[in-house]
């Protein structure tokens, strides 16, 4: 089930660190810290739909 939250954009760049550093300590799956950090790049680099 997807979950959506809502964040400042000032503060994705810090959270995309902190999931980098601190995800594979506490995440045992691997695909978990993958699909979020996945989610964070793509808020901060998003391909632009028009083109």
């Known amino acids: 089930m997807p979950m959506e939250i ?3 954009r ?3 760049e810090r ?3 902190f999931a980098t550093r ?3 300590k506490a995440a045992s799956n691997a695909v978990m ?3 979020v950090l996945r989610a ?4 901060l ?3 632009d ?3």
């Open 22 to 24: 601190e995800l594979p």
């Open 40 to 43: 964070l790049y793509s808020t």
């Open 6 to 8: 809502a964040i400042p």
């Open 33 to 35: 810290t993958d699909r």
């Open 15 to 17: 959270l995309q660190r």
């Open 10 to 12: 000032r503060d994705l």
């Open 49 to 51: 739909q028009t083109e």
């Open 45 to 47: 680099y998003p391909r």
